[in-house]
Structure formats: C-alpha cells, structure tokens
C-alpha cells in the first residue's frame, strides 16, 4: 500500500516548505487532492517525486513554466522535445558564462588599476564606471 501523508509530511520528505506546495499546486505543477470527510488532504510517494522533480530542473535553469512543459511530455516525442528544450538552456548557459567571464576579466581589470595606482584625485573604479 502507498504510504499517505499530510502536506507538511510531504514538504518534509520533498525537502521544501510547505508554502511551496501550495504554490505549485496554485500554479498547476502538482494537483491538490481532494478534501476527504476527516478534512486532511493526503498526498503520497508520486507527489513527492514530483516535487523533486521540479526542484532538480529548477537547479538546473528552468523556468516553472518550462518544467510545466517538461511534465506535460509523454510519448514518442517526448525525448527528443526534451532534448530541444535541453540544448536551448545549455546555449543560454553558455551565453551567461561568455558574459560572466566578460564582467570577470572587467573587474579584476579594475581592481588592478585600483591595486597598482596611488589616484590623486579619486578612485580609478568610480572613474572607469563613470567613462564611456
């Protein structure tokens, strides 16, 4: 027999709070059971993989509405949508880490000019942000 829990158990076993259920039961990521007569809604070990599920591609980038896609997938196509989906966030990845490295090489630029000069008048930080 599935082992029933109530919402907080769910939270726990999902590592997250309770309020994050209720949001993604508000926005469509996870049904909320329906209210039996002793007033606890239950929930088991498929709401919990659920909510992992979600947690995990979250880590990995995607938006909640592209996890509502991805758990929407079923069938043949799905893996080679999934694939689409996936080669999409790693461009976007690589995007973010082209521009990071950008702001890195920027900075530790600034940071030298700070370390190497003795500014006369004010500091070469504030001077190059305020440069063209």
Do not use: W
């Not at 829990?5 to 939270?11: F, Q």
């Not at 069938?75 to 950008?102: F, Y």
């Amino acid at each position: 027999m599935t082992e029933k829990m109530t919402i907080s158990r769910l939270a726990s076993a999902a590592d997250v709070n309770v309020e994050t259920v209720r949001f993604y039961q508000r926005t469509g990521l996870i049904d909320e059971p329906a209210r039996p007569y002793s007033g606890y809604r239950t929930y088991g070990g498929d709401d919990v993989r659920r909510i992992r599920f979600i947690k995990r591609a979250q880590r990995l980038g995607f938006t909640l509405d592209e996890i509502a896609s991805l758990l929407k997938l079923e069938g043949s196509q799905t893996c080679a949508a999934t694939r689409d989906l996936a080669a999409r966030k790693l461009a976007m990845v690589e995007a973010k880490l082209k521009d990071l490295l950008a702001i890195k090489t920027a900075l530790a630029m600034m940071v030298s000019h700070c370390d190497s000069e003795h500014p006369s008048v004010g500091c070469p930080i504030i001077q190059a942000l305020l440069d063209d």
